[in-house]
């Protein structure tokens, strides 16, 4: 076996990105200016949505948007126990209750039947997340809802920019859906998110909520030498993008379909490589565009710190997505939920980790992580997994 590093994930921003920096700052605009509208629209277009704001980070976005739907104490908002805990945590900052919902055991996704035995008249909104990259059934979600109540729905697609389902993006059954450029997701500048949506007061309300609630935006107010006063009618936060940040996004969102094959291409040669071994990868469904964010396997809860160990080891890197967040303390103090309220989401959750899966990823870093997995790995895991 040939030794090397496989790091989880290799960014592909090469320095001569700087002089994007550079050109920012030979404008007068240092935060959200005409690069965060060019991204913008370039958005509309790719999710063929009529409106998109760009946010500092998902989570900041989705507080923003839940404060524009006037979603907060004494609502509940519907969310899965197997997801990244921000899913969650923005529902608890703006002061509702979070309402966990188990998983589907060969996607990881949430259905409409878990959703409906969970809804309540307190619901006021659901987030289904595309997990690891591949969408939820969002139509099948929005027609399985109550006609005589308003229920949103904001799609966390966190770790989806360039799925499908049905031939269909994210954005056209939700009111909302969200996306994070966080330093390792398939589009990123650093730190960073868009919300899209075709509804206009939200979108509305959306703009006002990430700039505090701020009834004009700076860009209105100093227009050509008449100051204009703003108000303030609703509670916001501050979570709205610079261009220094944002002038990453429109080279990547041009060439993000390009990348997305090389995603495709590492996935599939760990799937065919994985196929006779004990390791479970979760199932892809046929009818999608699947993003590859992530390359989440299954190895056994009783053998998956041991081979986090081993990847160590062996220098490649690896993380976990995710333990259930019914199961963290905060949300197990405060709820009284149990490990085993949510049995799937717990189960994946103690059992998986996610192994290296990126564009640049070279054919022999690739032939070294399998060589790993089968080899030791497959080893050292019992017959019940
Ligand atoms: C499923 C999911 N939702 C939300 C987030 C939060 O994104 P951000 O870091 O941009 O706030 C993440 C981040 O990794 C995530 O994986």
Request: proline share 4%; glycine share 10%; hydrophobic share 25%.
């Given at each position: 076996m040939v030794h090397m590093q496989v790091p989880f994930y290799r960014h592909?921003?090469?320095?001569?990105?700087a002089q994007l920096v550079a050109k920012v700052l030979?404008?007068?605009?240092?935060?959200?200016g005409p690069i965060g509208k060019e991204v913008e629209g370039q958005l509309c277009e790719y999710f063929d949505v009529k409106y998109a704001k760009l946010v500092n980070s998902w989570t900041n976005g989705a507080v923003a948007t839940l404060l524009a739907m006037d979603i907060g104490p004494g609502d509940e908002v519907i969310v899965p126990?197997?997801?990244?805990i921000a899913t969650a945590n923005v529902v608890e900052l703006v002061g509702a209750k979070p309402v966990f919902i188990d998983c589907d055991p060969e996607t990881l996704l949430i259905t409409p039947e878990l959703i409906k035995g969970a809804?309540?008249?307190?619901?006021k909104a659901i987030i289904p997340v595309h997990m690891y990259g591949q969408m939820c059934d969002v139509k099948a979600i929005k027609d399985m809802l109550p006609k005589d109540q308003r229920i949103f729905i904001i799609e966390d697609c966190a770790h989806t920019f360039e799925a499908k389902f049905n031939g269909e993006r994210p954005?056209?059954?939700?009111d909302a859906a969200i996306f994070s450029f966080y330093a390792?997701?398939?589009?990123?500048?650093?730190e960073g998110g868009a919300i899209i949506t075709n509804d206009e007061d939200l979108f509305e309300r959306i703009i006002q909520a990430i700039l505090?609630?701020?009834?004009?935006?700076a860009a209105d107010r100093f227009k050509a030498g008449q100051y204009k006063h703003w108000g303030m009618e609703h509670l916001g936060t501050k979570a709205n993008l610079p261009d220094l940040l944002a002038c990453f996004l429109p080279e990547q969102i041009r060439t993000v379909d390009s990348r997305l094959k090389e995603r495709e291409t590492i996935a599939q040669t760990y799937e065919s490589a994985l196929k006779n071994t004990k390791i479970i990868c979760p199932i892809k469904l046929d009818n999608i565009v699947h993003s590859r964010h992530l390359f989440p396997i299954h190895v056994g809860s009783q053998n998956r710190d041991k081979v986090l160990l081993t990847l160590g080891e062996s220098n490649i890197g690896a993380t976990v997505n995710?333990?259930?967040?019914?199961?963290m303390s905060y949300y197990s103090k405060k709820y009284?939920?149990?490990?085993?309220?949510f049995p799937i989401s717990f189960s994946w959750g103690n059992g998986t980790l996610s192994i290296p899966l990126f564009p640049g990823m070279t054919t022999a870093e690739q032939d070294y992580v399998i060589d790993v997995l089968v080899n030791k790995i497959d080893k050292m895991i019992g017959e019940d997994n």
């Open positions: 592909s921003l090469s320095p001569e990105n030979e404008t007068p605009f240092l935060t959200s126990a197997m997801t990244f809804i309540t008249k307190k619901t954005g056209k059954y939700s390792t997701k398939n589009v990123t500048c650093g505090h609630g701020m009834s004009a935006g995710y333990r259930a967040v019914h199961s009284g939920y149990q490990e085993n309220d």
